[in-house]
């Protein structure tokens, strides 16, 4: 299970750059960013509390959103299936922290048990479902336009609704 290497500093006042990383403190989502271009193309991971934080600042720095296409790795600490990931078209990897409803193994989002796998990045090109896997969640995939191959374990039951 990925852990946070550190967590979102809340009682920041400014959006942080590490390396390729853009951590985004829940304090600064109403707050301009003030990272050059430059350093904003070399982006490729975000870390957030939530998605709707990741929306907000994109409203407020429009400039942003020239550079979600570049995303391929979200550490967020609060998930929901309710979000939209869109947002990130290119996203490959979800990274939870420690969460009571859900758990991220290889960046997909399965249950917190374990036995259904309920999001997949809409970046991902292939995957290999674990044998612990018996239930594909409803539109587990239905974004995956890019998914060319997948092996799905031998123990599977169900596969939902508008999985594909």
Do not use: W
Not at 22 to 33: D, G, Q
Request: net charge neutral; aromatic share 6%.
């Amino acid at each position: 299970m990925a852990l946070f290497k550190k967590n979102v500093p809340t009682n920041s006042e400014h959006v942080q750059l590490d390396g390729n990383t853009l951590i985004i403190p829940t304090k600064c989502i109403n707050t301009n960013c003030n990272l050059t271009m430059d350093q904003l193309k070399k982006i490729t991971k975000i870390t957030i509390n939530e998605l709707s934080d990741l929306q907000n600042f994109i409203e407020k720095n429009s400039i942003l959103k020239n550079i979600l296409k570049n995303i391929n790795t979200l550490e967020i600490h609060n998930f929901s299936l309710k979000d939209n990931y869109e947002l990130l078209p290119n996203l490959q990897n979800i990274i939870l922290e420690k969460n009571k409803d859900y758990y991220s193994d290889d960046g997909i989002i399965y249950s917190s048990d374990r036995s259904t796998i309920l999001y997949c990045p809409r970046g991902r090109t292939e995957i290999e479902i674990p044998d612990h896997v018996a239930h594909v969640g409803n539109r587990a995939f239905a974004n995956c336009k890019l998914l060319k191959k997948i092996i799905l374990p031998e123990k599977l039951n169900t596969i939902g609704d508008f999985s594909f």
